[in-house]
């Protein structure tokens, strides 16, 4: 690794990193231009240091942290901090703002180590969310790692590019840690010669973007109040800023979005109409780009979409929301509700923020970022109620289900084909043989008893372990016809995905490999709320 190699020094200059900032603490008021990266920069980089590249190592630890997010006290939040033990020093770096956070990049074929401690005061995992790792380094919830202890994640990375993420996943704490903070993106960065990148526009910046919902009471600690029906937070903030603002230059942008809200569903798109570009999924960039009404996305998903800021006038404001959708869930009067509308991030062209870098701090305690319950607009392209029955393959007779997992509310819990998690328990039903491949239908029946709140209905995210899925077949039973129509024209099954949505009376059938190896696994529902009482499963892979 010489610091002579002039990729190199790009890529430390884009990254807006040095080897002395491989700690990630709260780097409020950095100037945020400095630290886009530009993706094609770290694709040369990494090719240059060739062999020296295959390995990296980093200490991990989960920390309780004071951070000023808004004037008057701090906020006590859990975070990950990350140094570099062994390798390039900037593949570790700060995501733009206070939380989540930080960033590690990855190439596909490197062995990859973390050496986790826990400094919370309660037992954690770290799971490595959309990896294909061995079951003991995959942070399942047996394998807890307990308050001071250490453990040893290593593993190759066996995953194509893409953004992925790590957070906790202890059973039944899972929300709680991820609401405080806990949670990182894993970035697997395609080869510079990847065709898919070489078709994108040559000055492309990257812009990581985590999406998430809060709610901070009156002297700023984070509100979470355990409900099994699901949190909702009052305000959006994206890296951990509220109101988020990002000068941007004349150029397109690869917006890299994370969901990482607990339970709050996002339909995003551009505030002046214009149709959302993607070129990414969960597993990476889809070999064309596909331009759609909106994008809408479960949490756990991820998106990339090409914002191109070529065209703006300098000055010109554009700005991503969530639109208004309507979720048959009836959850219980939360200040911004499931489906409300919000704004999520503002992209000021070519300058910086208006008023300067304070604005982030404006002092916001219920800011009236969303609009009242009942402004639900329609999706444009689907104005009529219908439903949608329309299998993305268009195949004579249905796709068959390898295995049918019905999502039912019983006996007020959230319930897998009316079973919740049991620890290290497989049934008959869970073993999946080792490079078998596999349809799962995810059937959200749709409806059922609430505890004490009548019928409850609600949309699950649904996720797998170990693997990368198409979605290969939606069909819906149309009892939520009207809801459904207002989503369905955002949904992103081109590529490879591990999350799904699934919403109310709808069928979702994914397909997908199991293919390199044994042992136990989950699945659940990434509402991390429904996971946490027990909407998940084990799955065990026999060879
Ligand atoms: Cu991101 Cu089992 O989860
Ligand atoms: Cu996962
Ligand atoms: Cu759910």
Not at 129 to 142: I, T
Not at 524 to 529: A, V
Request: charged share 25%.
């Amino acid at each position: 690794m010489t610091t002579n190699d002039p990729s190199r020094r790009r890529f430390l200059r884009l990254a807006g990193l040095g080897a002395g900032a491989a700690v990630v603490g709260p780097r409020m008021g950095a100037d945020r231009a400095q630290r886009v990266v530009d993706a094609r920069a770290v694709a040369r980089a990494v090719a240059r240091t060739g062999a020296q590249d295959d390995i990296l190592e980093i200490a991990l630890s989960a920390v309780i942290d004071p951070v000023q997010l808004r004037p008057g006290a701090p906020t006590t939040l859990w975070r990950y901090r990350a140094a570099v033990t062994a390798g390039d020093p900037a593949r570790v770096q700060a995501l733009d703002g206070p939380f989540p956070g930080p960033i590690v990049r990855l190439h596909q074929g490197m062995r990859f180590q973390a050496t986790f401690t826990n400094r919370l005061r309660e037992d954690t995992t770290v799971h490595w969310h959309g990896l294909n790792v061995p079951w003991l380094m995959d942070g399942h919830p047996m394998s807890l790692v307990a308050p001071g202890a250490t453990y040893t994640y290593v593993f190759e990375v066996r995953n194509p590019p893409g953004m992925y993420w790590f957070h906790p996943h202890p059973h039944g704490r899972t929300g709680t840690q991820v609401y405080r903070g806990l949670a990182g993106l894993l970035i697997v960065d395609e080869p510079p010669d990847d065709p898919r990148l070489t078709a994108l526009p040559a000055d492309l910046v990257e812009l990581p973007l985590v999406v998430q919902d809060r709610t901070l009471d009156d002297v700023n600690a984070l509100v979470y109040p355990q409900s099994v029906m699901g949190f909702l937070g009052d305000d959006v903030w994206v890296n951990g800023r509220e109101r988020f603002t990002a000068a941007v230059e004349r150029r397109p942008y690869r917006l890299r979005l994370l969901n990482g809200s607990n339970h709050r569903i996002l339909k995003l798109g551009w505030r002046d109409g214009a149709p959302v570009r993607v070129i990414g999924t969960d597993g990476g960039l889809l070999d064309a780009p596909v331009d759609k009404p909106f994008v809408m996305m479960a949490p756990a998903e991820r998106v990339e979409i090409l914002a191109d800021f070529r065209d703006a006038a300098p000055g010109e404001i554009r700005a991503l929301d969530s639109l208004a959708f309507r979720d048959d869930s009836m959850a219980m009067g939360a200040l911004w509700p499931q489906g409300g509308k919000a704004e999520v991030a503002t992209f000021v062209v070519g300058g910086g923020p208006p008023d300067g870098a304070g604005r982030v701090f404006l002092p916001i305690a219920f800011n009236g970022r969303y609009a009242e319950a009942a402004d639900f607009a329609p999706a444009p392209a689907l104005a009529a109620p219908v439903c949608r029955i329309e299998p993305l393959r268009r195949d004579a007779d249905p796709i068959p289900a390898t295995r049918t997992i019905v999502l039912r509310l019983e006996r007020g819990q959230f319930t897998l084909n009316g079973r919740t998690f049991e620890h290290d328990a497989v049934a008959d039903d869970e073993i999946v043989k080792l490079g078998a491949e596999e349809v799962w239908a995810f059937v959200n029946d749709g409806a059922g008893m609430g505890p004490g709140m009548g019928m409850m209905a609600g949309a699950h995210a649904m996720h797998v372990h170990l693997v990368r899925f198409h979605v290969v077949e939606r069909t819906t039973d149309g009892r939520h016809a009207e809801a459904y129509a207002t989503v369905a024209a955002g949904f992103v099954d081109e590529g490879w995905k591990d999350t799904v949505l699934v919403m109310p009376g709808e069928t979702v059938k994914v397909r997908m490999t199991f293919g390199d190896f044994t042992g136990l696994y989950l699945y659940h529902c990434h509402m991390l709320e429904h996971e946490d009482q027990g909407m998940m499963r084990n799955f065990r892979v026999d060879a």
